[in-house]
């Protein structure tokens, strides 16, 4: 989960930059890179992390779709800028 919030957190400071100093905003190359590195590692651990009980899936469902979603961003970054 951490790295997908540190994944989350480049896509953030990219809104902020684009909305208070556009001057400043790196472009998506940059943001896409750095939450696709944080991305695939955590998504990754997140699936290694699954055991069979029911409750430990729902756990592990978190980390998942939170690293998965990151991995969508990009799409939609670029629709939108």
Known sequence: MTLASLGWGTWWVMLFLHR???SLEPGLTAPNAI????A???????LATLR????WIAFALVPLFA?????LVPTLAAELF
């Open 20 to 22: 208070f100093a556009p």
């Open 35 to 38: 939450s696709t590195l944080f």
């Open 40 to 46: 695939i590692p955590g998504l990754l651990l997140a």
């Open 52 to 55: 069979a009980r029911r409750s």
């Open 67 to 71: 690293n998965a979603s990151l991995l």
